[in-house]
């Protein structure tokens, strides 16, 4: 299973080192309009459900905004939303978004001994690896292999995602780095879940 989630993430490597459309972030603060009521107008979300976007890496948000407007990755909150917008405007939206400054959490402190553990080490005994492997050691992620940044991003939300990835769910074929978290995620259990997603919330604060 290793050497299959590292043969993945060196094709997308490779992928990503392909030219990248840059987006207008002016133009995509006027847009960005129509994202605010869920992600906040700075891309900072109030309700923990729905993620953050201030700070994520342009190619993430790119990226993921076209598999949920060709519905390959599923967000029926989304689907009044990205049909109305063209290639340009998912480009100039992620480009405002990635210039923002995320606003960090605090994680809870009975949570941070096992959340960081799993973040830095893994868990050895399951298989489980080290979040940080992939997305970097202050969880700033890795935009050339399509790695999200984590850090500051709610905790329910990053749980709710680790559990999903952990029950199989996948964007398919069109994205490879969704079927890296399924291997990641499937030794998870629920107290490792709920302890590293809560360690990454706060992780924004502890790495300044």
Known sequence: MSFLLRAIASSLVLVSLQSFAQGDAAAG???AAICAACHGADGNSAVPNWPKLAGQHQQ????????IKANARPVPEMLGITPGLTEQDILDIAAYFSQQTITGGV???SKVELGERIFRA?????GVPACMSCHGPAGEGNPLASYPSLA???????????TRFRKGE???????????????????TDDEIAAVASYIEGLYLSSE
């Open 60 to 67: 993430y948000l790119v990226r993921q905004s076209t598999l």
């Open 122 to 126: 893994g868990n050895l005994e399951t």
């Open 107 to 109: 994680a809870d402190e």
């Open 29 to 31: 603060e006027t847009k």
């Open 152 to 162: 500051g991003q709610h905790a329910v939300y990053t749980a709710n995602m680790l």
């Open 170 to 188: 996948n964007w398919g074929e069109g994205d490879a780095s969704s079927q890296v978290m399924n291997g990641a995620a499937a030794r998870l």
